[in-house]
């Protein structure tokens, strides 16, 4: 077994470990496909060269332009409260080195993820193609208008916090759907929630937990 597969077996029990200390917060554990995507990727390669050697700490990194890759527990909780499923098409918001869509593309059809600024789309959708994760379309713009052409979504999953949920986002979530978001006014203090679709178009919240992300931009 190499270096990097310990590394990742090991942040993968972590996060595991983690997530039953906060079951009765969160109300998930760390399912066994989460846990095999989680380990499945090569998360050295989502960060800087300079922050390698971090890489597989279960802490967010910065990857530039005043954005961070997600601490990878946030990872494997979201990435669980959104109940991927193989047949699903998934849309995320904010791009960041690609790592989240990465995991995510292990677990459902397709991902289509949006990303504002254009070095980190162009550099993500680069990174996803060298690596195989080729179930994964990074398109560069406002991820608070969603992708309309490819709506509507089985899931949605927003990497990057917002006051308010943008409004263009529930509306290209089916019927059911899920969509995990932090939420909140103070910048890198909001509230992990997640919202499901009910049949009459109404968005059911429930909070999960405090958490920091980079604002929505």
Excluded at 13 to 27: F, N, P, Y
Excluded at 160 to 183: F, S, T, Y
Aim: proline content about 7%; some cysteine; aromatic content about 6%.
């Amino acid at each position: 077994m190499d270096d990097r597969k310990k590394q990742r077996d090991r942040l993968v029990k972590q996060v595991s470990d983690e997530m039953e200390e906060l079951h009765q917060r969160v109300g998930c554990l760390l399912s066994p496909r989460v846990a095999q995507a989680l380990a499945s990727v090569p998360r050295h390669e989502f960060v800087p060269a300079a922050l390698q050697s971090a890489a597989y700490d279960d802490q967010a990194l910065p990857i530039g332009w005043n954005q961070t890759i997600s601490q990878p527990f946030i990872v494997g909780l979201m990435t669980e409260r959104l109940e991927p499923q193989p047949q699903h098409r998934v849309l995320e918001i904010g791009t960041g080195s690609g790592y989240q869509a990465a995991v995510l593309s292990l677990l459902v059809q397709r991902v289509f993820s949006v990303e504002m600024i254009p070095a980190l789309a162009t550099a993500a959708s680069q990174r996803l193609a060298r690596l195989g994760f080729d179930n994964v379309e990074v398109r560069q713009g406002d991820g608070r208008q969603g992708w309309v052409e490819q709506a509507p979504f089985d899931g949605i999953i927003v990497t990057a916090a917002a006051a308010e949920l943008p409004p263009a986002l529930p509306a290209q979530l089916k019927i059911g759907g899920r969509l995990v978001a932090p939420l909140g006014r103070s910048p890198f203090a909001q509230d992990l929630c997640v919202f499901q679709k009910e049949a009459e178009g109404r968005m059911c919240r429930r909070s999960l937990l405090a958490v920091a992300f980079v604002p929505l931009v």
